[in-house]
């Protein structure tokens, strides 16, 4: 099999250069089979809004999360057919999660597509080519496969155009601050409140962020405390009407495994949302009333709604030597530090009420994250891969007509 796919690489790489391109034809893909994050809210948008074929190719099974409004409008094709790879030769614009890769066997038939990377979050952590765990010949094989390709790239402010320009390799021109697609929905959710949940609940949503260490890998990242007793942690969350919905990293196992232990001593507290019960994360955040994480990202998105933070740096030394860290921590987390289970429930009543003391920090790092506090990153995103199809989206001109150079306004 390994043989056959090396002898085709070359033939679509061929065919991708000899046929010609469709230009109304955009592709999106994403990788591990996810239909979620920013590529399924610009797909959702473009299909609904934009006069583009827009495609989404999936792998292993439909997505079953399809808006019943655009249901009859959205076109999806099987990753793993010959027509996909036909769509794959043809598209003008193809539109990624991860990397080229989001494409699989395909890759090789879309060098001459001009691609659009929107990646799934705003990082904090170093990645690619500022990541210190890779190798110097993985940064190079990266540069070769990836970010030479990059056409475009969206960020969400100037600060964070600075960082995707560093561990992307790309060159500054080539980002813009259009805002993340996946934060439409959560902007107005929030401003609605109509997705709030009416139960009386104080609901936690407590993300840790994977570990790549061997080490970090055999145990759950939930609960790091030496004084650790998750009775008492349970009896403390009935008692004070808490709700933790416990979010692992996909590649998490041991994380995973730990929640659904949990959840079936204690189903009143300790709720899964993995990937398997909620495939997009961005359709739990309108519930949140706090969030718990270490050096995940996740927090940022309901900053702008001054939505409190408790963090975990249980091993941040550990962390930032491993994998780096793009930003000094105390810096752009806006919220208590906490490394003991006592510590970690005082945090919890003290953000149920609001926490106020840290009002002004969570303002300064939504300015720093957010060039945009509205809902239409996904229509800047889409002028942009519109920009893209015609060929104009490195005029200087272009920049503006996406908005991608507006002002930060406050919501």
């Given amino acids: 099999m390994k043989l056959l796919r090396n002898l085709v690489k070359p033939i679509l790489w061929l065919l991708g250069w000899l046929i010609p391109k469709r230009r109304d034809l955009v592709l999106f893909g994403q990788w591990g089979g996810r239909y979620a994050d920013n590529s399924r809210a610009l797909f959702e948008w473009m299909t609904q809004h934009s006069d583009l074929q827009v495609i989404w190719l999936y792998s292993s099974q439909l997505p079953p999360a399809v808006p019943e409004a655009i249901a009859s409008k959205?076109?999806?094709?099987?990753?793993?057919?010959?027509?996909?790879?036909?769509?794959?030769?043809?598209?003008?614009?193809?539109?990624?999660?991860?990397?080229h890769n989001d494409f699989g066997l395909w890759r090789h038939a879309i060098q001459r597509a001009r691609s659009l990377m929107l990646w799934h979050a705003i990082m904090v952590k170093s990645a690619f080519l500022t990541d210190g765990s890779l190798s110097a010949s993985r940064k190079r094989r990266y540069r070769r496969r990836e970010a030479r390709h990059l056409d475009a790239v969206i960020a969400s402010s100037d600060i964070d155009r600075y960082h995707t320009v560093a561990y992307m390799g790309v060159p500054a021109d080539r980002?813009?601050?259009?805002?993340?697609?996946?934060?439409?929905?959560?902007?107005?959710?929030?401003?609605?409140?109509?997705?709030?949940a009416n139960d009386g609940k104080v609901k936690v949503l407590y993300a840790p962020t994977h570990r790549d260490t061997a080490s970090k890998?055999?145990?759950?990242?939930?609960?790091?405390?030496?004084?650790?007793d998750e009775s008492e942690l349970?009896?403390?969350?009935?008692?004070?009407?808490?709700?933790?919905?416990?979010?692992?990293?996909?590649?998490?196992?041991?994380?995973r495994a730990h929640?659904?232990?949990?959840?079936?001593?204690?189903?009143?507290?300790?709720?899964?949302?993995?990937?398997?019960?909620?495939?997009?994360?961005?359709?739990?955040?309108?519930?949140?009333?706090?969030?718990?994480?270490?050096?995940?990202?996740?927090?940022?998105?309901?900053?702008?709604?001054?939505?409190?933070?408790?963090?975990?740096?249980?091993?941040?030394?550990?962390?930032?030597?491993?994998?780096?860290?793009?930003?000094?921590?105390?810096?752009?987390t806006p919220g208590p530090k906490v490394y003991t289970q006592q510590e970690f429930t005082g945090a919890l009543s003290e953000a149920a009420t609001g926490a106020p003391q840290w009002h002004d920090r969570?303002?300064?790092?939504?300015?720093?994250?957010?060039?945009?506090?509205?809902?239409?990153?996904?229509?800047?995103?889409?002028?942009?891969?519109?920009?893209l199809v015609a060929g104009t989206y490195r005029r200087s001109t272009a920049r503006e007509a996406i908005g991608a150079t507006a002002p930060i306004t406050k919501i």
């Fill in 74 to 99: 959205v076109r999806m094709v099987k990753r793993e057919s010959l027509y996909a790879g036909w769509l794959a030769l043809r598209a003008r614009v193809v539109v990624l999660s991860h990397g």
């Fill in 175 to 196: 980002v813009y601050v259009t805002g993340l697609p996946r934060q439409d929905a959560v902007f107005r959710s929030m401003q609605s409140r109509t997705a709030i």
């Fill in 217 to 228: 890998r055999q145990q759950s990242l939930f609960f790091p405390f030496a004084d650790k």
């Fill in 234 to 255: 349970a009896v403390f969350c009935q008692a004070n009407n808490i709700e933790l919905l416990m979010r692992p990293h996909p590649n998490d196992k041991a994380s």
């Fill in 259 to 332: 929640v659904y232990e949990l959840a079936a001593k204690y189903p009143d507290v300790f709720v899964p949302a993995t990937p398997k019960e909620v495939m997009d994360v961005a359709e739990l955040l309108p519930q949140i009333k706090l969030l718990v994480t270490d050096y995940s990202s996740i927090y940022l998105d309901l900053l702008p709604f001054d939505i409190p933070c408790i963090f975990l740096p249980f091993d941040i030394e550990e962390y930032a030597a491993y994998r780096g860290l793009a930003y000094y921590y105390d810096l752009i």
């Fill in 362 to 387: 969570r303002d300064m790092v939504t300015r720093m994250f957010f060039a945009h506090l509205d809902a239409a990153a996904c229509e800047r995103t889409s002028r942009l891969v519109e920009h």
